[in-house]
């Protein structure tokens, strides 16, 4: 009998974890990873179907410690490193030790304390293949994680907005009361001022903060585009022409650019599936107000071929709240054009029975509708399944539902509002 190759092991292990639950699939990566690089956890912002959301495995206190925004601000600045690189970030106060590691889709896993590392290679591998695999598979999945993204930044945004202008109206009235003549304390008036001032400076500061982290500028995510679309086509007898965006391009919201790609890889698999098309052309402009996209083959441009393109996008077009136009000319090929808005849907009134849900209950609600057991909920959240389903119960009674189905439909409802 011939003797197994060293890495059989690993590659058995690594087809079981491209086949669990994307929920268990960080999980998966520790235990593959243990033997490469000793840690406590791990942690990352994965685009799943669920519209994205931050998942981790062992060490609870770096998990709940670590916030999105933390990793979305380090994958920003990961664009002055290739793969991967140690260095110290603060959780809970406390500065740990962690190995960040970039795959070759733009997504960031932080790996808390990790020990001696001889083959970097390895880890970058592993990650590439498993965050890949996790992008194909939101992608095939239906694309109503894009709207629940979409919906999910509007009511962000509304509540900061909420936020600052009621912070922003008690200062104010804070400050307009201690200028008051009234108050003979001098010194106290100025230093309230000062503090008044102070808070809206930081209210500011906060809000900018959260829209720089979760945008992207156009000129970087055509880059990402090129480099995906690029990687996609490499053994196909197809050649591609890009026309980047302006440079000052407004910058686009995270799951616009994330859902766009996904948007040109589908159509782009497609064309090169079909006889005849040798080269596609793809075009990204910006008006302010929308993401503007053309893609153009040079196939036979029958209506059949347009047929099927219209069935590649629409609904991901359609869940990013965009429009869609394919014209097929015989003889000259192809042409889509898709038009996607840069600002988020507002949060409707229907919002009013979400918004008595505390945060943690928001999280508990969005697995849910993820499909999520009691038990992935609790290993995603790093609570036990009795507070799992204490936060059921409690969602159920303030939505007024009868049933997790219930829930599901309620939450789904609002985010197509």
Known sequence: MAQAAPDDGLLRRLSEVLTTPLGSMVHGLSGLLAPVVRHSALVTLAADIGGGRLQGTGDTSFIRGVRGLDLDRLKQEAASFEGVQRAPIVVDGAERETLQVLSRNGVLLVIADPGPLERP?????????????????????????????????????????????????????????????????????????????????????????????????VTTAFARLKSELLALTQYRDISLQFVAPPDDGRPLPDEVARGVRAIARRVLLDLAEVPGVTRVRVRWDCDGVNLLMYLRDDGPGTRRMGEVLTRAAEHRVQALAGQLTVEATSGWGTALTIVIPLDPPRASAASSALARLRPREIEVADLLVAGYSNRAIAGQLGISENTVKFHVSRILEKLGAGSRAEVISLVLAQQQT
């Open 121 to 217: 290679d390895a880890v970058l591998s592993l990650w590439n293949i498993i965050s890949l695999h996790v992008q194909e598979r939101a992608d095939e999945a239906t694309p109503g994680y894009l709207q629940h993204a979409r919906a999910t930044a509007g009511t962000r945004i509304k509540a900061l907005t909420e936020l600052s202008d009621e912070y922003a109206g008690l200062l104010g009235e804070l400050s307009t009361t201690l200028r008051s003549d009234r108050l003979g304390d001098r010194e106290a008036r100025e230093a309230a001022i000062a503090l008044a001032n102070t808070g809206f400076r930081r209210l500011r500061a906060a809000t900018e903060q959260v829209r720089s982290l979760t945008e992207e500028p």
